[in-house]
């Protein structure tokens, strides 16, 4: 690079007697061998892919991708953190999940996930106003979680609000048309919020 530079400068630079540069041909396209390789698809663009997936198994798959992008940025101490934590809710022992995921949120409490994986910590324990402020921290982080949507829905529920429920389930329908059991638990809670149409 630091010759081609030179070069160039000697190009522009040298004396103006000079015998004249050679033409240059055109730059002809680049083949496809020679373009450069496309960077990974982001959260953004998955999520947008997410939205109009055409069947559960191609949604179940974008939901996997945009799971792993999204715990990325964890630092091996937080991500290791993180899987005590799924793996105390997996034993039935959620304050101790709280605790693990007190401690990863020390670390890096800027990481959305984080705070959406406490409130569901938080409400396995039955702290339904805890859950709430952490889903309030993760969404503003990230309003595309789908999965921080479906907890809030979940949270809301619990808390007998009906019409928040349904309005956090249909975020999620946004984010997510073919959730597992989507359109069935967005009925239920739709007549659970407003009662049968008249």
């Known amino acids: 690079m630091r010759a081609l530079a030179t070069a160039l400068s000697l190009g522009v630079c040298g004396p103006a007697l000079s015998a004249p540069a050679p033409a ?86 800027e990481v959305g996930i984080l705070w959406r994986d406490r409130a569901q910590a938080r409400l396995a324990a039955r702290d339904l106003d805890g859950a709430v402020a952490d889903l309030g921290v993760a969404l503003h982080h990230d309003g595309t979680d789908a999965v921080a949507w479906q907890i809030l829905s979940n949270v809301e529920e619990q808390r007998g609000d009906w019409k928040a429920a349904y309005q956090a389930w249909q975020q999620l329908l946004t984010l997510d048309p073919m959730a597992a059991d989507g359109q069935r638990q967005g009925e239920r809670l739709r007549l659970k919020a407003f009662g049968q149409p008249t």
């Open 24 to 109: 240059v041909p055109p730059p002809r396209p680049s083949t496809p061998a020679q373009s450069a390789p496309t960077a990974a698809p982001d959260i953004a663009t998955l999520t947008a892919q997410l939205a109009h997936a055409s069947s559960r198994a191609a949604a179940a798959d974008l939901e996997a991708r945009i799971e792993q992008l999204r715990q990325h940025p964890l630092s091996p101490t937080a991500r290791l953190l993180l899987r005590r934590a799924q793996a105390d809710l997996a034993d039935r022992k959620p304050l101790d999940a709280v605790a693990d995921l007190d401690d990863a949120l020390v670390l890096q409490p």
